[in-house]
T-cell receptor
Framework: DAKTTQPNSMESNEEEPVHLPCNHS???????IHWYRQLPSQGPEYVIH???SNVNNRMASLAIAEDRKSSTLILHRATLRDAAVYYC?????????????FGQGTILTVHP | DSGVTQTPKHLITATGQRVTLRCSPR?????VYWYQQSLDQGLQFLIQ???????AKGNILERFSAQQFPDLHSELNLSSLELGDSALYFC???????????????FGPGTRLLVL
């Protein structure tokens, strides 16, 4: 699987936007970019995914660079409940066999 | 609530013992995945079942085995337990698990295993 690189940790204040970066310079043309997050003492949960175009859903937005070598997960107004580990994952139909390959992720701390 | 249930929530056992972890997928999901989360290795994929058949294997030890039953629930069996097997074990499910790159997985709350 192609590798992703994320900062170990980031901090934000409540109600401010948060931009979580992910580098994936070896991404292939068929790799989808997925984001999952893991709240404390819980299992991971899906956040958003995309291929080439920017994506929005009720939880977040995903901005994908034109060359697809990086992406940014955007939380528009962070809440205390958004404090979690955020994982950027590439999924390829040929090699992933459905599994998710988690890296170390970014620990997001949200301050009141 | 993801709709995926796992039992038990916590398990404490001794080295050399055998335990069984159980997972019930979301209604309608045919695929079940097992993951292990430890402090040193992070979240790692162990094995995937689809509609009763093994579909993919990851970093699963030979001492570990799994199966998926006709009602689609799954069990992960861990035997000859070692201290290093202490970890969180997560089950996830998805609709088809046909390795479609857009597919979402739904995770259960996990079973915390402590081997003493």
């Amino acid at each position: 699987d192609a590798k992703t690189t994320q900062p170990n940790s980031m901090e934000s204040n409540e109600e401010e936007p948060v931009h979580l970066p992910c580098n994936h310079s070896t991404i292939s043309g068929t790799d989808y970019i997925h984001w999952y997050r893991q709240l404390p003492s819980q299992g991971p949960e899906y956040v958003i995914h995309g291929l080439t175009s920017n994506v929005n859903n009720r939880m977040a937005s995903l901005a994908i660079a034109e060359d697809r070598k990086s992406s940014t997960l955007i939380l528009h107004r962070a809440t205390l409940r958004d404090a979690a580990v955020y994982y950027c994952i590439l999924r390829d139909v040929v090699t992933s066999y459905g599994k998710l390959t988690f890296g170390q992720g970014t620990i997001l701390t949200v301050h009141p | 609530d993801s709709g995926v249930t796992q039992t038990p929530k916590h398990l404490i056992t001794a080295t050399g013992q055998r335990v069984t972890l159980r997972c019930s997928p979301r209604s309608g999901d045919l695929s079940v995945y097992w993951y292990q989360q430890s402090l040193d290795q992070g979240l790692q994929f162990l094995i995937q079942y689809y509609n009763g058949e093994e579909r993919a294997k990851g970093n699963i030890l030979e001492r570990f085995s799994a199966q998926q039953f006709p009602d689609l629930h799954s069990e992960l069996n861990l035997s000859s337990l070692e201290l290093g097997d202490s970890a969180l074990y997560f089950c996830a499910s998805s609709v088809e698990g046909t390795s479609g790159p857009q597919e979402t997985q739904y995770f259960g709350p996990g079973t915390r295993l402590l081997v003493l």
